[in-house]
């Protein structure tokens, strides 16, 4: 990964601590970059998460 996008996407999925089906449910929108938060569907509760 020679870019730095690359790499970063990588590492926030996996710092994260969120499950594939959570993060295959992220959409442009649930992305903070300013506050660098990243928003999600929980799959326990169906709720939106950061």
Known sequence: M???R???LPA???SSGAHAGE???VRLE???R???RLWMIT???GQRGS
């Open 2 to 4: 020679r870019c730095d």
């Open 6 to 8: 690359n790499r970063a």
């Open 23 to 25: 993060l295959l449910g």
């Open 43 to 45: 799959k326990g509760t």
């Open 12 to 14: 926030c999925y996996v």
């Open 34 to 36: 300013s506050a660098g």
């Open 30 to 32: 649930d992305v903070d």
